[in-house]
């Protein structure tokens, strides 16, 4: 399945998130490297369905697409330093569920994917097959993002010195 059919499923499940409120500040605070946190959402998405295509795993699409689109909605920059931002990855999942619970209707499966991202950072592991799925997801665009956006600085700060990377 290609990145075309990946957005429209991304579109038929989430089109009522990607136009709330919350997914405006999301475009506005960086998650990591230079991507916005909004980026880093729909980038994990579209890896889950990646996943549980590749792997032919069954799963709640919607389910698995409105959870993961919300599994990072805590809605404020953690980068500030604040005392509250230095345990942000083990606070944040808790502040996002209930950020996503005041504005949408959440089942049993986006609820548990939001709240257990994390494992294992956060000690309880995920309930649902589409929670693991996300687990996973979330590592590795994270760990991409992360490198990806180191490289880039390397490569800027080679060129600044006149070298080819």
Known sequence: MNKVKFHDIIIKHGSDILDSDGMKIEKECIQHGSFSVYDHSLYVTSMCLRIS???RIKVNEKAMVRGALLHDYFLYDWHEPTKANRIHGFTHPGIALR???????????EKNMIKRHMFPLTPVPPRYREAVILCIADKLCATRETVGGFKNKIKKKFRRNGFNA
């Open 53 to 55: 295509k590749k792997l």
């Open 99 to 109: 950020n996503a619970e005041k504005v949408f209707d959440l089942g049993k499966i």
